[in-house]
């Protein structure tokens, strides 16, 4: 069985950075998805990253693009998401979120193409 444990978040002023982690346990494959989403607060939950494994790429929501940056360290089985440049609309609950294959690019920002969910890291970033 597949399990997401997060840790990184708490709370920041704006301009500071953090670095969430996630680390998968289980059976999984070499090239799986690891990705993050966020849920604020009367929101729906909304894609900010991921990344596929074998070489797949990165990608980032465009509201977080040039300041967060996701990797992911396979021997470790763990992926982070590095967040510079902290705004406070960036502060939500960030849920981690795995897909055990490698998904297709149509497919990568839907939250129902993932099996497994992280119990999520509050992030708060003050004004």
């Known amino acids: 069985q597949v399990q997401l444990a997060e840790s990184g978040g708490r709370w920041v002023q704006a301009g500071g950075s953090l670095r969430l982690s996630c680390v998968v346990s289980?059976?999984?494959?070499?090239?799986?998805?690891g990705g993050w989403f966020r849920q604020a607060p009367g929101k729906d939950r909304e894609f900010v990253s991921c990344?596929?494994?074998?070489?797949?790429?990165?990608y980032y929501a465009d509201s977080v693009k040039g300041r967060f940056t996701i990797s992911r360290d396979n021997a470790k089985n763990t992926w982070y998401l590095q967040m510079d440049s902290l705004k406070p609309e960036d502060t939500a609950v960030y849920y981690c979120?795995?897909?055990?294959?490698?998904?297709?690019?149509?497919?990568?920002?839907?939250?129902?193409?993932?099996?497994?969910w992280g119990q999520g890291t509050q992030v708060t970033v003050s004004a």
């Open positions: 979120a795995f897909h055990n294959h490698r998904l297709i690019l149509s497919a990568l920002d839907d939250g129902q193409n993932y099996n497994n």
């Open positions: 289980g059976e999984i494959s070499r090239d799986y998805t």
């Open positions: 990344i596929r494994g074998n070489g797949g790429g990165t």
